[in-house]
């Protein structure tokens, strides 16, 4: 066995409960934990702890996509959702237009473009393609 291999295998017993998402309890665990990464590191891509707040994020997200599936919905339904969770009225998204442009989305009389759909992930800070 090289050095490497002892090395981890000496650390695993206290690593291995942070990598293993198997049940909703682990996973709310795994999000807490997220929640608390972030709120140390931001996006600070050189602290050391990145790398791991980055892996739990791709394991929680293979957990959801597995017990949480989301059925498809329009840029449109996600952006209703956001306001609805931010108690945003439609004149609340400036950086979308007006309240009418917001209005017309909405009724689906008008498409979110790139524009919209970079600045609404960045408020919401979600990936562009939860508008797509």
Known sequence: MNTMIKDIES????ISPLLAIRNEKEYQEAVERV???????????????????DTLGTLIEAY???HYPMSDCSG????????????????GLPEIGS???VSDILN????LNIRHIRALA?????????FI
């Not at 650390?11 to 206290?14: D, E, G, L």
């Not at 960045?122 to 939860?130: D, I, L, M, Q």
């Open 108 to 111: 689906g009389n008008r498409e």
């Open 122 to 130: 960045k408020r919401f800070n979600v990936s562009p393609s939860v």
């Open 35 to 53: 929640n608390h990464l972030v709120d140390e590191i931001g996006d600070d891509e050189q602290h050391p702890l990145y790398e791991l707040l």
């Open 11 to 14: 650390h695993w017993s206290a």
């Open 76 to 91: 449109a339904e996600m952006l209703r959702f956001f306001m609805d969770e931010h108690s945003l009225t439609q004149a």
């Open 64 to 66: 959801e996509e597995k």
């Open 99 to 101: 309240q009418g442009v």
